[in-house]
């Protein structure tokens, strides 16, 4: 079955919006708003064999954040575009297109979420040590591949190990949803010219949560 279509898009795209405005809230709160996004979103990172968006993350409501934040970015009738967000969304695409041309980067990753999933068979998802490795990994094979996400908020919770992992995860989930997306067609100037149909999908979308 092809997922090359609007709608495997929309979910790959909306997983994107769902990461970038969690790590927006995480870094300026210092709190997550949402526990199950963000689970879901981690929980994404794993599912490297599956061909179905929606099966990697886990259904229309586990994307409900997604699809709302999506809505804020692309209906400018609404006028409340994070432009943090979006900042976060740019760096995704930008790291994807980098790691992708890198096979050794490529492979390492693969070998690195088994060693997480090994590590499930014991620990949840958000267990303080899945966030270490999830968040060693990022640095250790993402961060380098092109210019640096430079995450902004408030100094006093960047500064706390906990949330740093937390960002650095979402990051990693977020770049793991930009590959998704361009692999079954995505294109940045779809973002400008399929713009309302990506809207209009995306409202349909939120109907199924």
């Given at each position: 079955m092809s997922f090359h279509n609007l709608q495997s898009r929309n979910i790959a795209f909306a997983a994107m919006c769902q990461a970038a405005y969690l790590v927006d809230k995480i870094a300026t709160k210092g709190i997550c708003p949402?526990?199950?996004?963000?689970?879901?979103?981690?929980?994404?990172?794993?599912?490297?064999?599956?061909?179905?968006?929606?099966?990697?993350?886990?259904?229309?409501?586990?994307?409900?954040?997604?699809?709302?934040?999506?809505?804020?970015?692309?209906d400018n009738s609404s006028n409340k575009r994070n432009m943090q967000v979006t900042k976060y969304i740019i760096g995704m695409l930008a790291i994807?297109?980098?790691?992708?041309?890198?096979?050794?980067?490529?492979?390492?990753?693969?070998?690195?979420?088994?060693?997480?999933?090994?590590?499930?068979?014991?620990?949840?998802?958000d267990d303080s040590s899945v966030l270490s490795n999830l968040n060693a990994i990022y640095k250790d094979l993402i961060s380098n591949l092109g210019p640096k996400i430079q995450v902004n908020g408030n100094p006093s919770c960047l500064q706390q190990e906990q949330t740093q992992h937390k960002i650095r995860a979402l990051l990693l989930a977020g770049?793991?949803?930009a590959v998704l997306w361009r692999q079954i067609g995505g294109k940045r100037r779809q973002l400008l010219f399929s713009r309302k149909a990506m809207i209009y999908q995306t409202k349909q979308d939120l109907h199924r949560v």
């Amino acid at each position: 079955m092809s997922f090359h279509n609007l709608q495997s898009r929309n979910i790959a795209f909306a997983a994107m919006c769902q990461a970038a405005y969690l790590v927006d809230k995480i870094a300026t709160k210092g709190i997550c708003p949402d526990a199950p996004a963000f689970n879901a979103s981690l929980r994404s990172i794993m599912h490297t064999e599956s061909d179905s968006p929606l099966e990697i993350f886990g259904g229309y409501e586990s994307l409900q954040v997604g699809f709302k934040s999506m809505l804020e970015q692309l209906d400018n009738s609404s006028n409340k575009r994070n432009m943090q967000v979006t900042k976060y969304i740019i760096g995704m695409l930008a790291i994807e297109k980098k790691l992708t041309a890198n096979g050794s980067a490529l492979n390492l990753l693969g070998e690195r979420i088994n060693q997480v999933q090994r590590q499930l068979a014991h620990f949840e998802i958000d267990d303080s040590s899945v966030l270490s490795n999830l968040n060693a990994i990022y640095k250790d094979l993402i961060s380098n591949l092109g210019p640096k996400i430079q995450v902004n908020g408030n100094p006093s919770c960047l500064q706390q190990e906990q949330t740093q992992h937390k960002i650095r995860a979402l990051l990693l989930a977020g770049v793991r949803a930009a590959v998704l997306w361009r692999q079954i067609g995505g294109k940045r100037r779809q973002l400008l010219f399929s713009r309302k149909a990506m809207i209009y999908q995306t409202k349909q979308d939120l109907h199924r949560v």
